[in-house]
């Protein structure tokens, strides 16, 4: 590894493994014994986002109010759903190209951190068997702001001892992509639809392509 770039900071719900369906699945089980309405469209502004800040999201919708109390138990509820759908994951859980790519950046001497929101994100890693390829998971329960903040991208390229702009950040939500470009970062979008400000899209993790992203480099 002889180029510009020298670690590479992924999102995981959606670029490493698919648990932004779980998540969906999760809220929208909430939202419809809330009486909310909620679809994919909606979700999309949860992506990256939160627990408490995605339930005052999802709650905004409503014309009732609640407590903190009862928006505790709501987004408890939520989790423990959640919860009992990540359960299950193995390794054949990783999208596309997502070992083949941890694999091949660690070989070429890549340092490699998680920058997920989750706080289940530590379990899910270990589920996927994928822990070992990382120098550093960002915990989110230390995290103060949420997406499209750029501190989570920021926390992890201090916890790799490089500066942002040596960083290359994976995302698969428009706020992950903000708070990459926020942080001084290379952004990489993962997915079908165009995320606004990304330097590249790819499709998954099969594409991604660390040679023409250093090429790249607006120095
Ligand atoms: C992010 C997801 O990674 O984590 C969001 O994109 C989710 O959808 C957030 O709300 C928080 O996750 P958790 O597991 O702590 O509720
Ligand atoms: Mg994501």
Same mark, same amino acid.
């Given at each position: 590894?002889?180029?510009?770039?020298?670690?590479?900071?992924?999102?995981?719900?959606?670029?490493?493994?698919?648990?932004?369906?779980?998540?969906?699945?999760?809220?929208?089980?909430?939202?419809?014994?809330?009486?909310?309405?909620?679809?994919?469209?909606?979700?999309?502004?949860?992506?990256?986002?939160?627990?408490?800040?995605?339930?005052?999201?999802?709650?905004?919708?409503?014309?009732?109010?609640? /407590?903190?109390?009862?928006?505790?138990? +709501? $987004?408890? %509820?939520?989790?423990?759903?959640?919860?009992?759908?990540? *359960?299950? =994951?193995?390794?054949?859980?990783?999208?596309?190209?997502?070992?083949?790519?941890?694999?091949?950046?660690?070989?070429?001497?890549?340092?490699?951190?998680?920058?997920?929101?989750?706080?289940?994100?530590?379990?899910?890693?270990?589920?996927?068997?994928?822990?070992?390829?990382?120098?550093?998971?960002?915990?989110?329960?230390?995290?103060?702001?949420?997406?499209?903040?750029?501190?989570?991208?920021? /926390?992890?390229?201090?916890?790799?001892? +490089? $500066?942002? %702009?040596?960083?290359?950040?994976?995302?698969?939500?428009? *706020?992950? =992509?903000?708070?990459?470009?926020?942080?001084?970062?290379?952004?990489?979008?993962?997915?079908?639809?165009?995320?606004?400000?990304?330097?590249?899209?790819?499709?998954?993790?099969?594409?991604?392509?660390?040679?023409?992203?250093?090429?790249?480099?607006?120095?």
């Amino acid at each position: 590894m002889d180029g510009y770039f020298k670690g590479v900071i992924f999102d995981l719900d959606g670029v490493i493994t698919d648990t932004a369906e779980y998540h969906y699945q999760a809220w929208k089980r909430l939202a419809e014994k809330l009486g909310i309405p909620f679809d994919r469209k909606f979700n999309e502004k949860l992506k990256g986002v939160s627990r408490m800040e995605s339930l005052n999201i999802i709650l905004s919708r409503s014309n009732k109010s609640y /407590t903190q109390e009862e928006k505790e138990r +709501l $987004a408890e %509820e939520k989790n423990a759903d959640y919860k009992e759908l990540i *359960a299950k =994951i193995t390794p054949d859980d990783l999208l596309p190209g997502a070992g083949e790519v941890l694999e091949s950046l660690k070989k070429h001497g890549y340092k490699l951190a998680l920058a997920s929101a989750s706080k289940n994100a530590s379990f899910v890693i270990k589920k996927l068997k994928v822990e070992h390829y990382f120098d550093y998971i960002v915990d989110a329960a230390t995290i103060k702001n949420s997406k499209p903040h750029p501190e989570i991208f920021l /926390t992890a390229a201090k916890g790799l001892g +490089l $500066a942002p %702009e040596y960083c290359i950040g994976v995302e698969d939500a428009q *706020a992950g =992509i903000e708070a990459i470009k926020r942080a001084g970062m290379f952004a990489v979008g993962v997915g079908s639809s165009t995320l606004k400000g990304a330097d590249v899209m790819i499709n998954d993790l099969r594409d991604f392509d660390i040679e023409q992203y250093q090429t790249m480099v607006k120095r």
